[in-house]
C-alpha cells in the first residue's frame, strides 16, 4: 500500500478549515476528518460518544483528549484499509498538545507522514462576522467568545509545536475561499519541490 499523507489544518473557529477541506478533498482525492462534524453526527444520534460530548461541544469547551485520541485511533485504523486513500486532511484534530503528541505516535506505528500544517489565519473581528452569519447552534455570540478563547489557550501553543517540527505554514484566511485555496495548494507544490 501506498504511504498516506496527512494534511492539517489548524486554525480559530470560522477561519474556514471546513470549507476548504472540503474543496482541497473534492480536488486532491483527499479523504476528509472534521472531528466537528463527527461530534455532531454522534450528538444527534444519541451515540454513547454523543451523549459524553454533548456538554461540552455546547458551551464551546473541548472534549476531553482521551475521547477524542481514541476517535482518531479508530479512524486511522479504519483509513489503512481503504487502499484508494492516498491522504487525508485533518480538520479540528489536533487541538491540544496531548492529542498532538498522540498523533505522533500513532503515525509512528504506521506507514504516515505529516505533510504540512496549514494555519489559517483569520482576525477574530472577521471570525464574529462569519460566524455571525453561518448560525450553528454554538455559533451565539457567548460561545463564539467561549470557543476563541478555548483556542488561544489550547490550540494556539501547536503553532509553536509544528513550527519547531519544520511543518507550519501560515495562509491569510481573509481572502476569497478560491485564493485560500489556490495559496494552499502553492504551498503543499512548494512541499514537493
Ligand atoms: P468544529 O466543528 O471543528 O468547530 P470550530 O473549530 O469552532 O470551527 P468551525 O467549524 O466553526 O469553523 P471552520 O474553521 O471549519 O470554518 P468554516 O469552513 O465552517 O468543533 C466544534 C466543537 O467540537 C468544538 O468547540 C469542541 O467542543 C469539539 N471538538 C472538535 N474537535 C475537537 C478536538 N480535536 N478536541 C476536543 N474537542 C473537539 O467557515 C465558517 C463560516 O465562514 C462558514 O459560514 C463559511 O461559509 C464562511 N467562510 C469560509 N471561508 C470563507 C471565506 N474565504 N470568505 C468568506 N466566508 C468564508
Ligand atoms: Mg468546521
Known sequence: ?????????????????????????????????????????????????????????SSGELVPDELIIDLMDSYFTNIKNQRETSGIILDGFPRTINQAIALENKIKQLDVNIKAVLNLDISDQKILIRLAGRGRDDDKPELIKNRLEVYRNQTEPLLEFYNDRSLLDSIDGDQSEEDVSNSIINVLKAEVA
Open 1 to 57: 500500500m501506498k504511504s498516506l499523507e496527512v494534511l492539517i489544518f489548524l486554525g480559530p473557529p470560522g477561519s474556514g478549515k471546513g470549507t476548504q477541506a472540503e474543496i482541497l478533498t473534492e480536488k486532491l482525492n483527499l479523504n476528509h476528518l472534521s472531528v466537528g462534524d463527527l461530534l455532531r453526527e454522534n450528538i444527534k444520534k444519541k451515540t454513547a460518544l454523543g451523549k459524553l460530548a454533548e456538554s461540552y461541544v
